[in-house]
């Protein structure tokens, strides 16, 4: 069983990582991140990103995915899906040394277009 999370409000989707990496550039999440550690030196922070396989319930209308430190989470998606496409959801922390949030994008069959976005634990 998992937890239903509501869409919060989100500046914006997470990447594909899939498609994308996780190195960013200049002015990426990733890149402040990189400044910020280094700023700090040996201070490690629960910052992460990434994407995870996800299942689709047509029943219940739900894709569930399991986030990392997080456990097992569920979105209502916003359009039923049929068939048995490849589903995965990207997620990133939100905060600085100590994250307030979870923001999760969901991706079909590896798109970089988003079929839903946002905050699933917390605040962004």
């Known amino acids: 069983m998992c ?7 989100s500046n914006s989707p997470v990447p594909n990582f899939e498609l994308v990496g996780f190195g960013g550039g200049a002015g990426s999440t990733a890149h ?10 040996d201070v490690r922070a629960m910052a992460f990103s990434v994407c995870v396989g996800a299942s689709y319930n047509s029943a ?4 569930c995915f399991s986030i990392p430190i997080y456990g097992q989470l569920c979105v209502t998606s916003p359009i039923p899906i049929p ?4 589903i995965s959801a990207c997620a990133q922390t939100c905060g600085s040394i100590i994250p307030h949030g979870v923001q999760v994008s969901v991706y079909l069959n590896g798109s970089t277009t988003p079929i839903y976005s946002g905050t699933v634990i917390g605040y962004c």
């Open 3 to 9: 937890a239903d999370v509501q869409n919060s409000s």
């Open 32 to 41: 402040a991140l990189t400044q910020a550690h280094a700023a700090l030196g």
């Open 60 to 63: 219940t209308n739900q894709i």
């Open 83 to 86: 068939g048995s496409p490849s």
